[in-house]
């Protein structure tokens, strides 16, 4: 179960659609919800192991987790970014502590390719679009959809 109160906000249907998100992918790790801290990027979103090694940490931008609204481009998100949960635990991509290298399928990458071609962000954008109906159905079936 997801924590529905994280540092001041309050997120039912985001937890409850991270839920429904996990289920759907079959990730087995536990994964919490946090504020996105960085904003280096235009990023809304990243996903982290546990520096203790038993789970993930999905970070989402602040103004999505206040509005605790279920818009497509959130449900589209949270697929993301537990997609890259799911690389993870099945130990096809890995990234060193300060992010500036990833290894996917065992090939090394550095942080310096763009965004879209990096082959495990491609992948999270297909599972994104692969799983949208699939997700949305099962948050209406939960009456969690805004
Ligand atoms: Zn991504």
Redesign the pocket.
Known sequence: MIEKYIQGYYIPNISRLAEVVIKVLGVSAEVDIRPLRMKTSD?I???EKYTNDWGYTVFIDTGILKADELTDPVISLVI??I??VKQMEDGRLMNNDVYTVAVWEGVHYTMTMP?DQ?P??IE??EMAEACFQKVKDHCLNLNILS
């Open positions: 990023a979103g990243s996903a993301h970014e997609w890259h965004h990096r495990w962000e999270a954008e």
